[in-house]
C-alpha cells in the first residue's frame, strides 16, 4: 500500500500497458502458454492511472481484476495483442512491455479436436511476430519500455534487448530467486535505460516496483527534454 497521496505526474500522458500470457491454439480445447499471472503488468497500468495518466490495458488471459479507470482490451494470442496494440499504438506517450508473448505458436490449428493416436507427436512450430521490436521499428514520440526475465546474465541480455528492440528502457529481472518470479506479489527488477542507468529496485510489492519503475520512466523523460 502507497505511505503518500499518489504524485500525479502522468496527468495528460497517455499510457499503453500489455500484461499476462497469450495463448497459441492447437484445437478447440488446446493451447499453448506460459506461467504469467499479469500481476506486474496490472500493477503498472494501476500506479500509472492513480498518477493521473490515461491508460489502456491489452490483457493477455488473466483473472486479475481491472484496475479502476484503466481501459482494458481483451487479447488470446501473440497476434492478437500486435493487433489491438498497433490500433492505439500511434496515440501514446509511453508504452510498456510487461506481457509474457509466446516465442512460437503451431503452424496448424485443427478446428476439431485432434484424437490421440499410437506413438509420439511433434507439433511443428513457428515465430510469431515479436510486438515489442515492431515497436521500437516503428517508434516516434513514443517512450518503450520492455521487459526481460532471464535465469542468468540478466543485465547482458537486457542490455542487447534494449538495443536490438530500439527500446528507451527495459526491465530486468532475475527469475529463480526467491519471491521474485511470474506468480508471486514481490519483484525485484533492475531498470536499464539508453544512456547506461543501472537502476536497482530492491525487492518489493509488485505495486510499490510500478510506482519506482514510473519514477524512472518520468526521470528519463524529462531528461530527454532537456
Ligand atoms: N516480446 C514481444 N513480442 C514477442 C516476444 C517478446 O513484444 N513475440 C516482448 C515482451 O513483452 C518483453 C520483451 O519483448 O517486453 C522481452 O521478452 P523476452 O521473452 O525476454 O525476449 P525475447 O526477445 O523473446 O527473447 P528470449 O525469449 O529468447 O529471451
Ligand atoms: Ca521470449
Known amino acids: 500500500e502507497e505511505r503518500t497521496e499518489p504524485k500525479r505526474d502522468l496527468e495528460g500522458k497517455k499510457v499503453l500497458v500489455t500484461a499476462g500470457p497469450t495463448q497459441e491454439t492447437i484445437d478447440p480445447v488446446r493451447f499453448f502458454t506460459n506461467h504469467s499471472s499479469g500481476k506486474m503488468g496490472y500493477a503498472v497500468a494501476e500506479a500509472a492511472a492513480k498518477r493521473g495518466a490515461d491508460v489502456t490495458l491489452v490483457s493477455g ?131 536499464l535505460n539508453r544512456e547506461g542507468k543501472e537502476q536497482h529496485l530492491p525487492s518489493d510489492t509488485k505495486k510499490q516496483i510500478a510506482h519506482r519503475i514510473l519514477d524512472e520512466i518520468v526521470e528519463d523523460m524529462e531528461a530527454d527534454r532537456k
Do not use: W
Not at 479436436?113 to 513514443?142: F, P
Not at 542487447?160 to 526491465?171: F, T
Open 61 to 191: 488471459p488473466s483473472q486479475l481484476t481491472t484496475p479502476f479507470g484503466v481501459k482494458r482490451i481483451d487479447v488470446t494470442s501473440a497476434q492478437d495483442m500486435l493487433d489491438q496494440v498497433l490500433i492505439v499504438y500511434g496515440e501514446q506517450d509511453i508504452v510498456i512491455k510487461a506481457a509474457a508473448v509466446a516465442d512460437y505458436r503451431p503452424v496448424q490449428t485443427f478446428d476439431s479436436k485432434v484424437k490421440k493416436q499410437d506413438g509420439n507427436l511433434s507439433i511443428e512450430m513457428e515465430r510469431t511476430t515479436d510486438i515489442l521490436l515492431t515497436l521500437g521499428q516503428r517508434k516516434q514520440h513514443q517512450f518503450l519500455v520492455g521487459f526481460a526475465a532471464e535465469t542468468n546474465d540478466a543485465v547482458a541480455y537486457g542490455k542487447g534487448k534494449l538495443e536490438r528492440k530500439h527500446l528507451d528502457a527495459i526491465c530486468v529481472n532475475t527469475v529463480g530467486k526467491t519471491g521474485a518470479g511470474f506468480q508471486s506479489d514481490t519483484n525485484e527488477v533492475i531498470y
